[in-house]
């Protein structure tokens, strides 16, 4: 895996803004359902992913830039760890080194202790059953790419989803801070690998349906909000719709046609807990049958204007 800020194409002190506009736009050029033919665009598309995994995730991205895990999300090991139990630079050789070779291969040899090739113990099935050194171990299973369309109640409400993968049917949690394209890998939910290799992984991209009443701005909603004539003259509470249901907002006499207001915490949930906001810009709503009062009021008032001379 290469350096994650260079497969997005950010510099190291961008911005979260920044890194999911480049995200988003690798996402959509190298999607798989519109590069069918192109092996090396599905490869793209899954590093510009894992890119994302870390450099989308504050805490991840501090651990990386701070050089604890690597850029496949994995920990690194302390500086002058010589990957066999202990620290090189001593005296000793192989013993210094936190394992007896000497000994495993005594009880190798005498039926007992380890039962396994020396390279077995260290590196696990590569070196098992006489591959020898430098074979390849079982090839991973392939990664099932799908998609998952959610509407903005279940991103609001981070509701479990229950989805099909190939024959298996799994609980899937809409993520925090999601984005519309965004894909989410779901590790060991892919195609089975061959004997005693892992499965692949499940490349699972989301979908945010287009809402009747909201828009989406990030992780805020924007919507309009009908205000009828006496309260944009009078003032007072109205009822503001929101994803979890109305709420009541106050507002101040004399309110015009498109007045915005913020309604804190209404939006959808951001990554670090936190929740976007909802602005609602008012339309003043007239009666829908003829009113008597409010066009005598009307008449009167376009009357006295005229009498002024005003326009």
């Not at 899954?46 to 651990?63: C, F, M, P, T, V």
């Amino acid at each position: 895996m290469r350096n994650p800020y260079d497969v997005l194409g950010v510099a190291k002190g961008a911005s979260e803004a920044d890194i999911k506009k480049a995200y988003r736009k690798l996402a959509k050029a190298y999607h798989p359902d519109t590069n069918k033919n192109d092996a090396k665009a599905k490869d793209r598309f899954s590093e510009a992913n894992s890119a994302y995994e870390i450099l989308g995730d504050a805490g991840k991205r501090g651990q990386f830039d701070r050089g604890e895990i690597d850029a496949d999300g994995k920990p690194r090991a302390p500086a002058g760890f010589d990957g066999f139990g202990g620290f090189g630079g001593g005296q000793g050789g192989a013993r210094s080194a936190g394992f007896d070779f000497e000994g495993a291969a005594r009880n190798r040899a005498g039926g007992g202790g380890i039962g396994e090739d020396i390279f077995s113990h260290l590196f696990g099935d590569t070196f098992r059953g006489g591959a020898g050194p430098g074979a390849r171990g079982p090839m991973k299973g392939e990664d099932l790419a799908a998609e998952l369309s959610v509407t903005l109640e279940q991103v609001a409400s981070e509701e479990k989803l229950r989805i099909s993968l190939g024959s298996r049917d799994v609980d899937v949690v809409i993520p925090k801070g999601v984005v519309d394209g965004q894909t989410i890998r779901l590790r060991g939910l892919g195609n089975p690998g061959g004997p005693r290799s892992s499965p692949g992984d499940a490349l699972l991209t989301i979908r945010i349906l287009p809402h009747p009443r909201f828009t989406l701005d990030g992780a805020d909603l924007r919507t309009s909000m009908d205000l009828p004539l006496e309260d944009a003259i009078l003032g007072g509470p109205i009822r503001v719709p929101t994803l979890t249901g109305p709420v009541e907002m106050r507002v101040p006499p004399m309110t015009s046609s498109g007045r915005t207001f913020r309604l804190k915490g209404k939006g959808l949930p951001k990554k670090d807990g936190s929740r976007g906001d909802l602005f609602a810009t008012t339309a003043i709503s007239l009666p829908a049958s003829e009113d008597e009062a409010l066009l005598a009021y009307a008449n009167g008032r376009r009357a006295s204007r005229a009498a002024s001379g005003q326009p």
